[in-house]
C-alpha cells in the first residue's frame, strides 16, 4: 500500500463527455474494474459474469454467433459472452472504459489502484488468463458509441444485454421503442437495472417508472412492459441479481438489478 495522487493512470485521449464526468474519474474507473475483475464480495458473485452466464443459458441449443453488450464498461461481460458467441461487440458511452477493455484484450493484463482509505491505495492486477478468458478475447471488439443511436450496422444479433443501462438513458422509451431493429426474430433482449433514475441522466418524465402519473403509482418493470410488448414476449418472471460495488476497503454499495429476459416475436 502506497501513496499516490491519482488511482489509475490516464491519457488525455480518454476524455469522455462532460455529462458523464462520474465515469471518467479516476476512482469511478478504479471501481468498475474492481467489480468487473476483482474478487466476490459477501458472497455476490461477479454481476457482469453471472449477467453473461445468465444470458447465454437462455439461448442453450440456439444460434450464438453474434452478441451486442451495449453498456459494456470495462469488458467483462463482453469477455464471457465470447466464450460462447461467435462475435461479440461491447459498446460503452466512455471512451475511458473502452480504452481499457480495448488495452486489456490486446494485453492480456489490467492494472488498476483502489482506495484503501484516506490517500492510501493499493495496487492490482488481473489476467485474462487466470480468468479463462484469453482465447475468448480473439473475438470480441469494443466500440465507443451511444446505445441511443447506433450506426445501421449493429444490427441482426442474436443476443443483446443491456445491464445496468436504462437508468442512465436520456430517453429510455425510444431506446426500448427501436431496439428490436437491432436483432434477429427469436433473439434475446437481456435486460438488468436498479432503476436508480436520477434527473442528471434522465428527466423525470423520460423516466419508464418510479413516479406517479395521474396519481397513480408506476413501476418501471410496468413500463419496460409498455414499450416492449408490440415486438417482444418476456420470458419468465423477472429475477434480482446483485451486485457489490467496493468504494474502500470498508465501505462498499450493495445493489440488486431486476432482471427481464425478452424474446423478440415480430
Same mark, same amino acid.
Given at each position: ?5 491519482? !488511482? ?59 452478441? !451486442? ?61 487466470? !480468468? ?135
Amino acid at each position: 500500500m502506497r501513496y499516490s495522487p491519482s !488511482l489509475l493512470k490516464s491519457s488525455p485521449k480518454n476524455e469522455s463527455v462532460a455529462l458523464y464526468a462520474r465515469y471518467r474519474s479516476d476512482a469511478a474507473v478504479a471501481q468498475y474494474c474492481d467489480l468487473h475483475y476483482g474478487p466476490d464480495k459477501f458472497g455476490v458473485p461477479n454481476f457482469p459474469q453471472k449477467m453473461a452466464q445468465l444470458s447465454a443459458a437462455e439461448l442453450a441449443g440456439k444460434p450464438q454467433r453474434k452478441a !451486442l453488450d451495449l453498456g459494456c464498461a470495462v469488458g467483462r461481460s463482453s469477455f464471457e459472452l465470447a466464450t460462447c458467441f461467435d462475435q461479440v461487440t461491447g459498446v460503452d458511452f466512455s471512451a475511458r472504459f473502452i480504452d481499457i477493455a480495448q488495452r486489456l484484450k490486446q494485453r492480456g493484463k489490467l492494472c488498476y489502484q483502489l482506495s484503501e482509505e484516506g490517500d492510501l491505495i493499493s495496487d492490482q492486477q488481473v489476467f485474462l488468463a487466470d !480468468l479463462g478468458l484469453a482465447e475468448a478475447a480473439t473475438r470480441v471488439s469494443f466500440l465507443q458509441g451511444n446505445a441511443q443511436c447506433l450506426e445501421p450496422h449493429f444490427c441482426h444479433y442474436d443476443l443483446i444485454l443491456a445491464a445496468n443501462l436504462i437508468d442512465r438513458l436520456s430517453t429510455p422509451g425510444k431506446f426500448l421503442a427501436n431496439i428490436h431493429r437491432r436483432l434477429v426474430i427469436d433473439g434475446l433482449l437481456v435486460i438488468a437495472s436498479p432503476y436508480d433514475w436520477l434527473e442528471r441522466f434522465t428527466t423525470p418524465k423520460q423516466w419508464l417508472g418510479g413516479r406517479f402519473r395521474a396519481g397513480l403509482p408506476v413501476a418501471s418493470l410496468d413500463g419496460l412492459k409498455k414499450k416492449l410488448a408490440k415486438h417482444f414476449v418476456m420470458l419468465g418472471e423477472p429475477r434480482d441479481v446483485e451486485f457489490v460495488v467496493r468504494e474502500t476497503a470498508r465501505t462498499f454499495r450493495h445493489s440488486i438489478s431486476q432482471v427481464t429476459l425478452w424474446r423478440r416475436v415480430r
